[in-house]
């Protein structure tokens, strides 16, 4: 199984413990994802996220619909959480969530990382377009979150 991984990292003008509840918030999930996705949690929805919490969700994938769940293994506040899918596209999803005190603000680095099924067919949809796919979502979230919190201030 071959692991790809995505790094991203994002200062954000917010105190460690604010940027943590922000982004660890599943009700702002919705909001920072790309609406080409057309991303919908499905019920139950969770209340606080901790460790065990279950996150069951939809979205489209080109075209075709898919029913994700990923679980909360990791719930550090504020300073990481790691969500894993349990049910999904990807044989393998890990994405870590990290928080750092930076000079009046909050450095969040995210990093995730993943595999694909199907073996060479797989490797070959990598190529295509999940890198691609996967690179297009993350920049969208970076200026999903840069817009929300300016709407804050």
Avoid: K
């Avoid at 790809?4 to 909001?31: C, I, K, M, T």
């Avoid at 870590?96 to 969040?108: D, M």
């Amino acid at each position: 199984m071959r692991v790809h991984r995505l790094e991203r990292a994002q200062r954000v003008p917010l105190p460690l413990e604010e940027a943590f509840a922000f982004y660890g918030s599943a009700d702002n999930l919705e909001r920072l994802t790309p609406p080409w996705l057309r991303f919908e949690i499905r019920d139950p929805r969770p209340g606080e996220l901790a460790a065990g919490a279950l996150l069951h969700y939809s979205l489209v994938l080109h075209r075709f619909p898919v029913r994700w769940t990923t679980e909360i293994r990791t719930w550090e506040p504020p300073h990481r959480f790691v969500d894993v899918q349990l049910r999904g596209p990807y044989r393998l999803w890990e994405h870590s969530h990290v928080f750092e005190p930076v000079g009046g603000g909050t450095l969040i680095a995210d990093r995730v990382d993943y595999a694909l099924p199907c073996g060479p067919l797989g490797a070959l949809a990598h190529v295509a377009f999940v890198r691609r796919d996967l690179r297009r979502i993350f920049d969208y979230r970076r200026d999903a979150v840069a817009a929300a919190l300016a709407q804050r201030e």
